[in-house]
């Protein structure tokens, strides 16, 4: 199978690790922009008349990924395409789980990702699956993501809800909490907006979706409106992908 040609901005790179090391604010539509503009064959989109412009609304994509690409391609595909500035809610650290680098890989990869947060405005979130030392800290994003929310008119929120790399690329349920975190957006008066993220044909595609309103039966447990709200945003992004990757929701 082949792949589109993936290549950052000489120029990007170097003042992003100027900004980076002096904390300096940058605006990430505008970076990704140049980015995107040096993808090869260009981006293809689809459901360009589901493309949300204005808040209030949630952005939630597939967490596509394979060997040489990372979801951040997705976040910069879809930046340049919303005329409001998308606040990401991103990875705070990368794991790796049984592997003897893990503690380094997840020292630099905490540095990292705070950095990127504070030079984009983005607010940082504990790595999924959910660990028992992260509560504190999942709860303290949770906040600053709603605190961002109500102050901001008609805010535009940005996340993939399975928040890791998936076997195989296929569409996986989220883990415990992400239903969760959706609903308290939606009580906010945010519109959940779907987007299908792959690569098909030597082309890397966007295909966005109809958004929606996102809420669930009144009765249950709370543990089980969690599972059928992150049930609900997986089942409706599922179409907007190829059969193959939707896995447990095709």
Known sequence: MSYPNYSYAPVLIAS?????????????????????????????????????????????????TRAGFHIWWGAMAISPLICSPVHWVIAGEW??????????????????????????????MPPMPPRPRDVKARAASVLAVLKYVKQTKDAMIGFAPEGGDQIEEKLMMPA????????????????????????????????????????????????????????I???HIAPLLPSHLRGEFA
């Open 95 to 124: 794991t790796a789980s049984g592997k003897w680098y893990e503690p380094i890989k997840g020292a630099v990869s905490r540095f990292a990702a705070n950095r990127i947060a504070r030079v984009y405005g983005f607010t940082t």
């Open 233 to 235: 945003m997986m089942k």
């Open 16 to 64: 992003l690790i100027r900004d980076g090391i002096l904390c300096h604010r940058r605006v990430f539509r505008d970076d990704a922009r140049l980015c995107i503009e040096r993808l090869n064959p260009p981006l293809r989109v689809l459901g360009k008349e589901y493309i949300p412009q204005t808040g209030p609304c949630v952005l939630t994509m597939n967490h596509y």
């Open 176 to 231: 415990s909490g992400v239903g969760r975190f959706g609903l308290l957006l939606a009580a906010q008066g945010l519109r959940f907006a779907p987007v299908g993220v792959y690569e098909s044909d030597g082309e890397f595609c966007l295909h966005f979706g109809e958004a929606y309103d996102l809420c669930v039966e009144r009765h249950g447990s709370s543990d089980e409106k969690d599972r059928e709200a992150a049930r």
